[in-house]
């Protein structure tokens, strides 16, 4: 099996008509713990998260941007200064039909749904991976019932594998447990963004 490369660069932020992809800051922890314990937010997912375990993920996410530039980017609508969750590019840890691969993720504070901003900050997010990253394909995977989800990926031009996966972290017996996987190439992406 292919390996992928280190992908090292300086931290990269970026900013999109409506908002900025940043670092994260101590002052996000609290939005953020708040969206992983909403019900809505965390449909898709085996549980909400505590505090705790949301500042063990804010903490993991802002040490991988440090060490290697890039990453789920904490997402700021730029006219009003406020966090809204995150959305960026990511390694799975789970060995997964895709593996090795990069996927694009995206949680949002559900007040701040239904206005694009996923989208728009994907975006952005796909272009570090195919024009900084160099990357040949981006994979995005989620549980059959997150259409919201799927929305996005279908929205920047990721098409749908016909074969389905069981994630191997959600259990068994879990109607979360059967994902499909969307995926978009180099060419596919540049026709699309064009
Ligand atoms: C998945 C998630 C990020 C999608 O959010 P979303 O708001 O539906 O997606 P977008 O930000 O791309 O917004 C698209 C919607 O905004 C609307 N919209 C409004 N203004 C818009 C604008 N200026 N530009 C583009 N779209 C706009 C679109 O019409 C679309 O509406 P629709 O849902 O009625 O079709 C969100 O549901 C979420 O955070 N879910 C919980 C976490 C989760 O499940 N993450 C994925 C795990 S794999």
Sequence with gaps: MSTLPPFVTP??????????????????????????????????????????????????????????????????????????GFVGLGIPSAELPCSPCVEIGWRLAAAHWGRGYATEAALAALRVAFETLRLDEVVSFTALPNQRSQAVMARLGMRRDAATFEHPAVAE????????????????WANHAS
């Design 11 to 84: 931290v990269i932020e970026l900013t999109t008509a409506r908002l900025r992809l940043r670092q994260w800051r101590e002052s996000d922890r609290e939005p953020f713990a708040a969206l992983n314990a909403a019900p809505c937010v965390m449909e898709h997912f085996p549980a909400p998260l505590t505090r705790a375990q949301s500042d063990a993920l804010a903490d993991r996410i802002e040490t991988g941007i440090a060490e290697h530039g890039w990453g789920l980017w904490a997402v700021e609508v730029l006219a009003s200064g406020e966090f809204i």
């Design 173 to 188: 017996g879990s109607p979360l447990r059967t994902h499909c996987l969307y995926r978009l190439n180099r060419a596919r």
